[in-house]
């Protein structure tokens, strides 16, 4: 099950990808904002899109939880043995893994929000929704994933690159 979590998908972010990357700001072409006060968020977005940095993730616990409620600890996060590593870079719009074999693994970024500290990046991969919380202030990160009435939540922690 969780390995259909990370590994299924990789064929669809690949054919996904370049069709986000199409339309990077989420407008139509041409389209204007109706109101001014959507011009400035545009505006603000724009500079938020600009300023984001890739973040070097490291997940270091992970619990996976099914659907009458009941917990454990796994020792994996996937496939990949903990602590496991990923690359999230919403400029580019890509959640970057290495699978078990050691080939890439990637998922498109379907929605991000960010602020001042914080930054949510959500994705489908296959069958599977996850979402990424990354707080840059402190460093923390926690990772979602859900699938066949099972969720996989990782803890951990996300640095930007430049940060290395």
């Given at each position: 099950?969780?390995?259909?979590?990370?590994?299924?998908?990789?064929?669809?972010?690949?054919?996904?990808?370049?069709?986000l990357?199409?339309?990077?700001?989420?407008k139509?072409?041409?389209?204007?904002?109706?109101?001014?006060?959507h011009?400035?968020?545009?505006?603000?977005?724009?500079?938020?899109?600009?300023?984001?940095?890739p973040?070097d993730?490291t997940v270091?616990?992970?619990v996976?939880?099914?659907?009458?409620g009941?917990?454990?600890?796994?020792?994996?996060?996937?496939?990949?043995?903990?602590?496991?590593?990923?690359?999230?870079?919403?400029?580019?719009r890509?959640?970057?893994?290495?699978?078990?074999?050691?080939?890439p693994?990637?998922?498109?970024?379907?929605?991000?929000?960010q602020?001042?500290n914080?930054?949510?990046?959500?994705?489908?991969?296959?069958?599977?929704?996850?979402?990424?919380?990354?707080?840059?202030?402190?460093?923390?990160?926690?990772?979602?994933?859900?699938?066949?009435?099972?969720?996989?939540?990782g803890?951990?922690?996300?640095?930007?690159?430049?940060?290395?």
């Amino acid at each position: 099950m969780i390995r259909l979590m990370l590994a299924a998908g990789l064929l669809s972010a690949a054919c996904l990808t370049p069709a986000l990357a199409q339309n990077p700001g989420g407008k139509a072409g041409g389209a204007q904002p109706a109101h001014p006060h959507h011009a400035a968020m545009d505006a603000q977005s724009k500079e938020n899109l600009e300023a984001l940095k890739p973040l070097d993730c490291t997940v270091q616990r992970v619990v996976i939880c099914d659907h009458k409620g009941e917990c454990s600890k796994s020792e994996t996060f996937g496939e990949m043995p903990l602590p496991a590593k990923m690359l999230a870079d919403p400029l580019r719009r890509i959640l970057a893994g290495v699978s078990k074999d050691g080939l890439p693994h990637l998922s498109a970024i379907h929605l991000y929000g960010q602020n001042e500290n914080d930054l949510t990046a959500q994705g489908m991969d296959g069958e599977v929704s996850w979402m990424l919380v990354a707080d840059r202030k402190d460093d923390t990160m926690t990772f979602s994933a859900s699938s066949d009435n099972k969720i996989m939540t990782g803890f951990g922690i996300c640095k930007d690159i430049d940060e290395q």
